[in-house]
């Protein structure tokens, strides 16, 4: 997930994932999630994700140089990346719980070959 500290909308899609995840019966072995924080700066990053509680990795990219690889036009932009790099799915916008608790459903295993 590639986003920014600075809108309403960022803290409810973190809160989302991180309930989502909480609720999913997938095990660290079956997911990472890696929150991309794009052009804010360290301190702001870490002390935002510290008051939500969100309890996945958080990646600095203060010049957007991973977003632009990932050509990331909008944040935020969720990605769901298979073991060996492949993009399986991309989706522009914040997503709720509900839909991320769905995204956490699906077998990529299949498509990830």
Do not use: C
């Not at 990795?57 to 909008?74: E, F, M, Q, S, T």
């Not at 989706?91 to 991320?100: K, Q, S, Y």
């Amino acid at each position: 997930m590639f986003t920014t500290r600075f809108e309403a909308w960022v803290r409810r899609h973190a809160e989302a994932l991180v309930t989502a995840l909480g609720r999913s019966p997938l095990t660290p072995n079956q997911v990472t999630v890696v929150g991309v924080d794009v052009a804010d700066p360290r301190s702001s990053a870490t002390a935002f994700v510290r008051r939500l509680g969100v309890n996945y990795l958080l990646l600095d990219d203060h010049d957007g140089a991973v977003a632009a690889k990932y050509r990331v036009a909008a944040l935020p932009m969720t990605f769901v990346i298979a073991s060996n790099g492949t993009i399986l799915a991309r989706h522009p916008g914040a997503l709720t719980e509900p839909e991320l608790s769905a995204v956490l459903q699906i077998d990529f295993s299949s498509l990830s070959s």
